[in-house]
T-cell receptor
Framework: GQQLNQSPQSMFIQEGEDVSMNCTSS?????WLWYKQEPGEGPVLLIA???AGELTSNGRLTAQFGITRKDSFLNISASIPSDVGIYFC????????????WGLGTSLAVNP | EAQVTQNPRYLITVTGKKLTVTCSQN?????MSWYRQDPGLGLRQIYY???????DKGDVPEGYKVSRKEKRNFPLILESPSPNQTSLYFC??????????FGPGTRLTVT
């Protein structure tokens, strides 16, 4: 099935650094979702985006719906050890609202 | 509390022994879905359901069955499990074209 291109695949950073990750698609999307998965748990929704150009924050997290509708970005400011986990992007393709398309995830490690 | 529950959380079984993983949600969501997660492969959809009595195949449906007799429940059935079905399984639910909410996962090992 279709997958989103998510990068980077993994990141290892120092506590206090800012983090950026992105997700791209070859087709237009109506919705972008960002999830975080901690070890042994299910993915948890962080931010949902519904309009091109939309910029939404959730604490230290900020996500944007790209104006081309083919990409989205997630930034984490001033990282802390509890930010460790796998971050997934997902979205609904404009041509198919039945299926949520997923990226393969960005694994984030934070060195205290 | 709004949630998706799955049972069991951990299961070790043998090849060929039928098993069922239950999933229930209390958010009145129309849409429910099963995923499997394997290292390096992300989340792959097994089956989904748009509403009661409406189910459809996802990307990796072989070896699995589902049913949706009630809106809140969406069990995953493995009629004859094989070792290649050893995986971490997640159930999720949402309103149509909405944000999906996930259960805690079921770690299945088939020997």
């Amino acid at each position: 099935g279709q997958q989103l291109n998510q990068s980077p695949q993994s990141m290892f950073i120092q506590e206090g650094e800012d983090v950026s990750m992105n997700c791209t698609s070859s087709s237009i999307f109506n919705t972008w979702l960002w999830y975080k998965q901690e070890p042994g748990e299910g993915p948890v929704l962080l931010i949902a985006l519904y309009k091109a150009g939309e910029l939404t924050s959730n604490g230290r997290l900020t996500a944007q719906f790209g104006i081309t509708r083919k990409d989205s970005f997630l930034n984490i400011s001033a990282s802390i050890p509890s930010d460790v986990g796998i971050y997934f992007c997902a979205g609904y393709n404009a041509g198919n609202n039945r299926k949520l398309i997923w990226g393969l995830g960005t694994s984030l490690a934070v060195n205290p | 509390e709004a949630q998706v529950t799955q049972n069991p959380r951990y299961l070790i079984t043998v090849t060929g022994k039928k098993l069922t993983v239950t999933c229930s949600q209390n958010m009145n969501h129309e849409y429910m879905s099963w995923y499997r997660q394997d290292p390096g492969l992300g989340l792959r959809q097994i089956y989904y359901s748009m509403n009661v009595e409406v189910t459809d195949k996802g990307d990796v449906p072989e070896g699995y069955k589902v049913s949706r007799k009630e809106k809140r429940n969406f069990p995953l059935i493995l009629e004859s499990p094989s070792p290649n079905q050893t995986s971490l399984y997640f159930c999720a639910s949402s309103f149509l074209q909405g944000e999906q909410y996930f259960g805690p996962g079921t770690r299945l090992t088939v020997t």
